[in-house]
C-alpha cells in the first residue's frame, strides 16, 4: 500500500483540489481508507469558513451560507449532485432501468431540486447553530465518508461504470479502516447510529429501487449521513 498515492486518489476522486500526479494506477476501492481523511479536510475548510465568519462578526446565517459554499466549491457539489440524481431517479421513474436512465441524464428534474434544496438549507441552519462549535464539522465530514467504502464493497453495483469500478480494489480490511476511522472521529460528538441508520437507508432504498449501489447512490449517502450527524449533535445540545 502506497498511503501518500492512495490518499492522492482519494482527494481526486472526491475533491477538485489540485493534488499533482499520480505515478502508478491506483484502484479506486483501494483508496477506500483514506475517505474520511479527505472528508476531514473537507470539514476542516468548511468550519474554518465558519469561524472566521463568526469572528468577523457576520451573523450566524451568513457565516454558515458561506461555509456551505466552501464546502460546494471543494468538492465540487459531487455529492449533493448525486443526491439530486438519486431523488430525480427514484421519483420520476416507474422500473430499475428507467430510474438508471434518469439518472445518467445530466438535467435537474423536480424532485431532484426538491431534495437538493431542502438538504442544503438544512445544512445552512445546522451550521449556523453550531457557529460556537465549529470543529464538529470536521468529525461529520470524515464520519459520514467513512462508512461509504463498506456500502460500496457489500452492495453490488446498479450498473457497469464508474460506479462498479470504483469498487475495484477495496477489500474488508480497507472498508474496517474507514469504518474505524470515521467512527473515531465520532466519539467527541456523538451520532453514531444516526449515521448508520441513515446511510443504510439510502443503501436499502438503492437497492430496492435501481438493484444496488452507483456514485449517485453514495454521494447521496454522504449528504444524508451527515445531515443525520448534524441533527443528533444539535439535539445533544
Keep these: ?5 492512495d490518499l492522492r486518489v482519494a482527494a481526486m476522486l472526491l475533491t477538485r483540489l489540485p493534488v499533482g500526479r499520480v505515478a502508478r494506477t491506483v484502484p479506486m476501492g483501494a483508496t477506500g481508507w483514506a475517505w474520511p481523511l479527505v472528508g476531514a479536510g473537507v470539514g476542516a475548510a468548511q ?18 451560507v458561506i ?17 439530486a440524481d438519486l431523488a430525480d431517479g427514484v421519483g420520476g421513474g416507474a422500473t430499475p432501468a428507467r ?43 470524515a464520519a459520514s465518508r467513512g462508512l461509504l467504502p463498506l456500502l460500496q464493497w457489500q452492495q453490488p453495483a446498479a450498473r457497469p461504470g464508474l460506479g462498479a469500478r470504483a469498487a475495484e480494489g477495496g477489500t474488508a480490511a480497507i472498508c474496517l479502516i474507514a469504518l474505524g476511522l470515521g467512527t473515531v472521529a465520532l466519539i467527541p460528538v456523538g451520532g453514531v447510529l444516526p449515521l448508520i441508520a441513515a446511510q443504510a437507508g439510502v443503501a436499502a432504498l438503492a437497492h430496492r429501487q435501481i438493484g444496488g449501489i452507483n456514485g449517485d447512490v453514495l454521494g447521496a449517502a454522504q449528504v444524508v449521513g451527515e445531515a443525520a450527524i448534524l441533527l443528533a449533535v444539535l439535539s445533544a445540545l
Excluded at 500500500?1 to 498515492?5: G, K, T, V
Excluded at 461555509?67 to 443526491?83: F, I, N, W
Design 47 to 64: 468550519a474554518l469558513a465558519l469561524w472566521a465568519g463568526g469572528a468577523l462578526g457576520l451573523p450566524p446565517l451568513a457565516a454558515a
Design 99 to 141: 430510474k438508471l436512465e434518469i439518472m445518467r441524464d445530466s438535467r435537474l428534474g423536480t424532485f431532484g431540486a426538491a431534495a437538493l434544496c431542502l438538504a442544503l438549507i438544512l445544512r445552512v441552519v445546522c451550521f449556523a447553530a453550531l457557529i460556537a462549535v465549529p470543529w464538529v464539522l470536521v468529525a461529520a465530514g
Design 67 to 83: 461555509a456551505v459554499a466552501v464546502g460546494l466549491g471543494v468538492t465540487g457539489a459531487l455529492h449533493e449532485d448525486g443526491l
Design 1 to 5: 500500500m502506497n498511503c501518500r498515492d
